[in-house]
């Protein structure tokens, strides 16, 4: 098993809809975890962290589900802007993290 | 405000050749630097991290090799570049502990061996 598993997409929403991204992780003892945003041949940015209540920021909205292991990540009223592939990142013990392979949003007007 | 550096923003190589990356951090002292590489269409795989001057894990076998000889400067290095070394390689940064804090990365290297 995977130690982050993210469904690759891609998802392809109209503008103005909600999307959901669900993120699994293999190591029950991980603390911290992160989603990235990653654009065509771009570097990852930080989207937000995912704390143990859960936290909001704008239309984005991440939720962390300890006992099932996963994350998830909520965006409202998708925009054009949206569009990029979503990074899935948990910490896995080690001196480092460890992101998912990511999921590829496609927001389409 | 931190900043990080990466050049060349593109390379191509020949197969054989040696590499030299460069990635330095601005606005911090004593980071985590962290190499990654990410092939088409993939995730990210981390190749080293280094919590200090000198002080280099390797997270993967390969024929590459990092070093740090100053506080925020990273070098990823090999002698002898492969097909398979062809990705987009990224330099990261973080403070703290290096046990799970946020990573910020540098707009990275675009490799091809030829």
């Known amino acids: 098993r995977k130690e982050v598993e993210q469904d690759p997409g891609p998802f392809n929403v109209p503008e103005g809809a909600t999307v959901a991204f669900n993120c699994t992780y293999s190591n029950s003892a991980s603390q911290s975890f992160f989603w990235y945003r990653q654009d065509c041949r771009k570097e990852p940015k930080l989207l937000m962290s995912v704390y143990s209540s859960g936290n909001e920021d704008g239309r984005f909205t991440a939720q962390l589900n300890r006992a099932s292991q996963y994350i998830s990540l909520l965006i409202r009223d998708s925009k054009l802007s949206d569009s990029a592939t979503y990074l899935c990142?948990?910490?896995?013990?080690?001196?480092?993290?460890?992101f998912g392979s990511g999921t590829r949003l496609q927001v389409q007007p | 405000s931190q900043t990080i550096h990466q050049w060349p923003a593109t390379l191509v190589q020949p197969v054989g050749s040696p590499l030299s990356l460069e990635c330095t951090v601005e606005?911090?002292?004593?980071?985590?630097l962290y190499w990654y590489r990410q092939a088409a269409g993939r995730g990210l795989q981390l190749l080293f991290y280094s919590v200090g001057i000198g002080q280099i894990s390797s997270e993967v076998p390969q024929n590459l090799s990092a070093s740090r000889p100053q506080d925020r400067q990273f070098i990823l290095s090999s002698k002898k570049l492969l097909l398979s070394d062809s990705g987009y390689y990224l330099c990261?940064?973080?403070?703290?502990?290096?046990?799970?804090?946020?990573?910020?990365f540098g707009p990275g290297t675009r490799l091809l061996v030829l």
């Open positions: 990261a940064w973080s403070v703290g502990a290096g046990e799970g804090e946020t990573q910020y």
């Open positions: 606005g911090t002292s004593n980071p985590n």
């Open positions: 990142v948990v910490d896995t013990g080690r001196r480092a993290l460890t």
